[in-house]
């Protein structure tokens, strides 16, 4: 399934023959109300919830947040490979904890809302205070 809080742009540049990465929202696109010119050459990156999924767990065995296992969906997705991307993805996540189904590291665009952030964890569990939410820096 996609994964709808952020993809990314690679845009190569011919006379500093350097690689940009932009992001966007995938939901907004799809909903047309974030759309964006795409030059000659750009390559759209799409993920999968697998391929954030298995990024996620190589984050968390680094800081130490909980590991989940999906072993049927890994088995059907190739993991993202490209580094440039991958560090730029982790730079963009927003880690989720508490009363959540699956806690962890969530790469966001610049428009993502709370709600869909919690949504995409698989939503707050039965016994979470969705009145008392805390967000840190």
């Not at 990156?45 to 130490?64: P, V």
Request: hydrophobic share 40%.
């Amino acid at each position: 399934s996609l994964y709808p809080l952020i993809g990314v742009i690679e845009r190569h540049d011919e006379k500093t023959l350097t690689k940009t990465l932009v992001e966007f929202s995938p939901r907004a696109a799809l909903n047309k109300t974030g759309d964006m010119k795409l030059l000659e050459g750009d390559v759209v990156h799409l993920f999968s919830m697998a391929q954030i999924r298995m990024m996620n767990e190589k984050l968390s065995s680094e800081t130490l947040l909980q590991n989940v296992s999906y072993g049927s969906e890994k088995d059907k997705e190739e993991p993202i490979k490209d580094a440039m991307i991958i560090s730029f993805l982790q730079e963009r996540s927003a880690f989720v904890r508490g009363a959540v189904r699956q806690a962890g590291a969530y790469p966001v665009s610049s428009d993502t809302t709370l709600e869909s952030l919690v949504s995409v964890a698989g939503g707050a569990t039965i016994e979470a205070d969705t009145g008392n939410i805390e967000v840190t820096s």
